[in-house]
Every structure is written in C-alpha cells, then in structure tokens.
C-alpha cells in the first residue's frame, strides 16, 4: 500500500453553446417560467445539437483538467467516464476520449451510475492512488441528457441540462486530499428513473422508439424525499469519519437537481447557506457532469482556498448516492 493521499489536481468543465430557456419551453410544453423558478430554481440549460455529443464536451473538460494539473496525458494510469448517455454502446465513451486525449497507457472505461457517477468515479481513482496501482487519473462526469428526455413530458424536460466536468487526481501533498468517500446504491427503487427501453431487455425497433420508451420516465416526489435524506445522511457519515462537523466545512457542493432539495440539504445538516454553491439556474440538472461542473466554477470564482474543507455530495437514479470530504 502507497501511504498517499489522492488529491484533484485540476479541473475543468465545458457544454454547448446552445440554451434552452424557461420560455423556450413555455413554447414547447404546458408550464410557465414562475412555476419551473419556483419549484425548481432552473431558468435555463445548456442543449446540444443534433451534431455535438457527449465525448466532445467531456475531451474539452478533461483538456483543461490536464493542463491544469500540469501532467501529460499519457502518464494518465485511468480515464473514467461517467455517463448514462454514452456516445455509443460500444466501445465505452472513456475509451473514446482516451484516445482523443493521447492517454494511451491508462486503463479506460465507463461508468453508469447517474448523478451519483462522478462521486463513484472519485471513490474508485482514490483508492486506485491509495493502493500505488496508478499515480494519476482522470475522472469525467459527462452527460447529453437532452438525448433521452421527453420533450412533451412537462415533468421532466424542464430538469435536465448537457454538459461535462472533469477533474485530474494524483498524490497529495501534506495532509492535504481526499479525506473520506462514501457511495450507496439501492436497485429496489430501480423505476423511480429509468428509461425503459433501447437496451437488452426492451430492444431497439421503432415501435419502441415511436412509444418513446427510450425515454427518461420519474417519480419526481418520491425521488425528491430520499435524494434530501440520502444525500443529508451520507454527508454526515463522510464527515464522521473524517473527524469533522458541519460547521467545518468552507464549501458545500451538493448535486444540483433542485434548489429545493439542495436547500433542504443544507437545512438538515445545520450549514450556512453562504457556503452551499448552487449553478442550478443556468445548468439544470446535468445529472453526472453536475457536482465536476460546479466544483470548476467554485475554483475559477476563488471559493476555495489551500486547506479549506470541501464536501460533496449526490444522489441519483439507480438509485445511487455518494458523498466526499477533500481537505483542498
Ligand atoms: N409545469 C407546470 N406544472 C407542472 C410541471 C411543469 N413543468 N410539472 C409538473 N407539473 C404539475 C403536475 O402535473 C402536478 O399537477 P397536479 O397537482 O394537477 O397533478 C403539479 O405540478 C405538482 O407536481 P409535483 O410532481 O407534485 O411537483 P413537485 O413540487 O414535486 O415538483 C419536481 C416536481 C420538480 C420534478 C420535483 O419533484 C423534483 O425536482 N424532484 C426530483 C427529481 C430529480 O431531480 N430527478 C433527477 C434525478 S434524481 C436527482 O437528481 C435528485
């Protein structure tokens, strides 16, 4: 066992140029820009076009990320991707931008655990630093998410956003790195989201694309109710572990799926709102990409300083949840 901390060395994040705004979708469906603020907090997403893709953002993201880490790409030992909305079946989208970036001696797959995947992501490259099996990696939240919504569910089609974050990890110095991981899955609440068709047991045809089944289907109040006490709880216990209380933390980056939920978050755990960061309003939900996405634009507005307590947290379809605790 390396005695080594992993740390992230670099960020990055990058999304389409095009945005789809709440009256955009007061057009499209029947909802309002008051009813989606109100019980959302999103005025806006980033949507890709029919000619950009997931891999695309994710290669932008993961360029800064290296650069940024002051590494070169082929001393990269893993790519992760995470993703439910690959480029393709085969091969993985982490093998894709592997060789987009020249990182040809790292291992590279995919990894689909919906929001919660680039918390897993950062779980798995930790313990691969820890362990001395690689010195750095790259893990990549990345999603086109506007591929599978339903844009006559008025339910759903305000939520998601596209985009992907990326973060460079290698070994810390000091005290200083990735303090204490925690993720959960629990497969019983399988059809709180998920998408039931287009994969091996609903195949693909056009009866079932004519019926939409590739589409995202939710039951936004129950999967409201346990991403509030999943990622509360979760947030306690990497904490616990770590020796540290609530009011430790310097900044607080939780799943950006709804500012309600975020702010019930808070409210659980008894933490300042001055110090939860929300991007809510101007990404939606982008799902994997969202807690890499915020972490960059938390580094680039300087809310983090060397020593500072960073916690993470996510929770998602599968359902899955995850939380982090990282002395920057
Ligand atoms: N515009 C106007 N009315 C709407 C819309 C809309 N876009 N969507 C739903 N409604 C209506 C419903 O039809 C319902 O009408 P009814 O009372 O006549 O039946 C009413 O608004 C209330 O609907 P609810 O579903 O109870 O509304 P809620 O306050 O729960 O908000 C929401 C729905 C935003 C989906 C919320 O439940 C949520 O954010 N849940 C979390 C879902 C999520 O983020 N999923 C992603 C993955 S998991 C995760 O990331 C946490």
Redesign the pocket.
């Given at each position: 066992m390396a005695d080594v901390r992993a740390a992230i060395l670099g960020t990055g994040r990058a999304y389409p140029e095009g945005i789809l705004t709440n009256a955009d979708l007061e057009r499209m469906?029947?909802?309002?820009d008051e009813?989606?603020t109100s019980?959302?907090g999103i005025k806006e997403r980033h949507r890709a076009s029919e000619s950009e893709y997931t891999s695309m953002f994710a290669v932008e993201a993961s360029r800064q990320a290296i650069e940024r880490a002051r590494i070169d790409p082929i001393d990269l030992g893993l790519v992760i991707c995470a993703t439910v909305s690959p480029d393709q079946i085969l091969p993985s989208t982490g093998c894709l931008i592997q060789a987009e970036l020249g990182a040809n001696r790292a291992a590279a797959f995919d990894l689909a655990a919906?929001?919660s995947g680039f918390l897993y992501g950062l779980t798995l490259a930790d313990m691969m630093i820890r362990t001395g099996q690689t010195r750095y990696a790259l893990v990549i939240g990345a999603e086109v998410l506007s591929r599978y919504v339903d844009f006559t569910d008025?339910?759903t089609c305000?939520?998601f956003g596209d985009g992907a974050g990326a973060a460079v990890l290698g070994p810390a110095e000091g005290d200083r790195g990735i303090l204490s991981t925690k993720i959960y899955s629990d497969g019983r609440y399988a059809e709180q989201?998920y998408s039931p068709g287009g994969g091996t047991r609903v195949k693909p045809t056009a009866e079932t694309l004519a019926q939409g089944m590739h589409y995202f289907k939710?039951k936004?109040?129950e999967?409201?109710k346990m991403?509030v006490r999943s990622m509360a709880d979760v947030s306690t216990e990497v904490l616990n572990e770590a020796g540290y209380k609530p009011e430790d933390v310097k900044l607080f980056i939780p799943?950006q799926?709804?500012q309600r939920?975020t702010d019930a978050v808070a409210s659980r755990l008894n933490v300042d709102s001055s110090i939860v960061y929300s991007n809510i309003a101007y990404h939606g939900?982008t799902s994997s990409a969202s807690v890499p996405i915020a972490l960059d634009e938390c580094i680039e507005k300087g809310k983090v300083s060397e020593g500072d307590l960073v916690l993470l947290a996510s929770?998602?379809?599968g359902v899955t949840w995850g939380g982090a605790l990282i002395k920057w």
């Open positions: 469906v029947e909802t309002s009813w989606i019980r959302t919906a929001c008025r339910s305000i939520l989201l939710m936004g109040n999967l409201f991403a799943h799926a709804n939920i939900n929770f998602g379809g």
